[in-house]
């Protein structure tokens, strides 16, 4: 769940807790004061009538009580049936109700009646004269208090949803300096430890981004020392080691079998020795700081074609295509070779024997493609740690640089190393994305 959907949520909870508590309340208050009134316009409807009957003579109470009635609005007006009986109990009129229970003998108060069709909220009035009942159906009230709280919850609740939505696109503006500061480190790439530079950004993330610069210039200056190290660490062993190369070529003029068998595998330590050390300038040279633009085109067809000439395995096995010949630039020939080399390297090395090594160079406009098969399998496991500096399989000859090398070229000039099994085959695949001199 994003930054900006989980603040959306919160802040809802919260506005969605506030109106559910106000709605509770507010229902509780509203059912309260709908009852009271209704309650009210009963006993006022009752008084009102008790008033107008005290007035009308006995003689004339039987035809006038209908009028009485009609004209008080009992009827129509306010929704109220009216029973008025006589204090022995016999009904003398009422309002034209036939749901309405005939059960005069209620004392004198508020009364809930029951009959077949309805529920009867009451009042009773008991005058010197009457008894004066009035009534109205409580399932009429119910529908009127359904109607107001409908009215009085809905909007608010609009207004709240209306709000969230205001609400995420204002937390999406806030929080654009937060997705700015993530954008800024997703493009990066593993070499770039520059400061951190945003256009205004939040007080609260300066800290942050202050902190992220430390911590960057840091790694910059660790990475830099052991660079400078590697790099100085080689050349400075290259000296003894080549004076260590030259003694032993004097020495093998000697004529001692054994001895020549011991400077022979001397010589041949020593000469692994001096490759390990040309890889490890080779990384410490990729891995330094340097432009990537390159300014000086060059064919790929005489490169490849140099590359496999000049290879020390036995060419016999190696067939190579190649499929454009245009001057290609954005790599650098050198990088290039090296990465042809060590490939071959590779696939000679750990090649069934007698087997034959196939090398593709494909350019399009877009991609140049550097595919290497040999005759091999290589597990799963063993094709992640691959490109992993110094690792090897088993007693494997070999520093574990060659493929490291490789990857890290393809990584510093944008493009990937892909490592696979097809098959019987073993498939190396290096790819830069390449511009073409028109």
Known sequence: MSLRLRLTVLVAAVFLGFWLIASVWMISGLNNKLEVNFDQRLRSTAFMLGNILAHVPKDALSKSLPDIINASGVNTEKSLTCQISSLQGSIIASSNSQSFPNQPSLNQGFSYLSSEQAQWRTFTLITAQYKITIADKVAERDVLYHDLLISILIPPA?????ALILLWFAIGTGIRPIKLLIHAL???GSHDLEPIQLNQPLKELQPLITSQNALMARLAKGISREKHFTSNAAHELRTPLAGILAQIQLAELTQDTTQQKALGQAKKSAHRLNTILDNLLVLAHVDADTPLNITEPWE??????TVVTESNNNNARLTYNITASQPVYCIPSAMLTIVCRNLLD??????????????AANLTATALKITISNHAYINQADLANMATRFWR???????????????SIAEKYQGSLTLKNNNALFIAEFTVPVKVNN
């Open 186 to 188: 997703e493009k990066r």
């Open 393 to 407: 399989k088993g007693a494997a000859n070999g520093a574990g640089l060659g493929l490291s090398i490789v990857a």
């Open 346 to 359: 590779n696939a000679f090395k750990y090649s069934k024997a007698n087997t034959p090594v196939i090398l």
């Open 300 to 305: 790929l067809d005489s490169l490849i074609t």
């Open 158 to 162: 609009l207004a709240i949803f209306v």
